[in-house]
């Protein structure tokens, strides 16, 4: 285990990047202190926050898994692929609800809300919790557009890269899914 070096505040790209990304703010992985003079990266992944070695050693089990630099990488890497996948996805489904193929249109978003966003362990077990909530056939419920909105609003927080057209055609969907008599 490599002990902490570095002052948060001055921070490292790979750990901000990671928290604009996932929207949280700085915490230590132990102690969830938030004071960001006292925070440090861990020296070995730069990607954990801790305020102490104390707090460190007494998250080591739990953050060992995921305290390798080449990890941490792959979840990136898997990240990158997922979003890429989810951009086409999610622009076709709304252009062929626009032009009012509608069951092609279902057909893409639930290819594109059952990707899995979750890159980490910890990811894993939080996507399952929640996996049961965005399981809806898009159109045939009427509460089709707050479950849409909850799924992109989810989205937007993991990737922080949601399309600008999304939020200009999510009304348009709703409208398309009301002309069709849901």
Request: charged share 30%; net charge positive; with cysteine.
């Amino acid at each position: 285990m490599k002990y902490l070096y570095r002052s948060a505040k001055a921070g490292c790209a790979s750990a901000l990047q990671t928290l604009a990304l996932s929207g949280a703010t700085a915490k230590c992985g132990n102690c969830d202190q938030a004071d960001m003079q006292k925070l440090q990266l861990c020296s070995n992944c730069n990607a954990a926050f801790f305020c102490s070695r104390r707090c460190q050693k007494a998250a080591w089990k739990a953050h060992k898994r995921t305290c390798k630099p080449e990890t941490i990488k792959e979840m990136w890497k898997e990240r990158e692929t997922l979003v890429k996948e989810l951009r086409p996805k999610v622009a076709r489904a709304i252009e062929l609800t626009q032009a009012g193929r509608y069951e092609e249109s279902e057909r893409l978003l639930e290819e594109a809300m059952r990707l899995d966003f979750s890159c980490s362990p910890d990811d894993k077990i939080m996507t399952m919790c929640t996996l049961g909530r965005h399981r809806v056939i898009w159109g045939q419920n009427e509460r089709a557009l707050p479950l849409l909105d909850e799924s992109l609003s989810l989205v937007e927080e993991t990737v922080r890269t949601v399309p600008a057209t999304l939020e200009v055609n999510r009304e348009g969907m709703y409208q398309a899914y009301l002309a069709r008599g849901v």
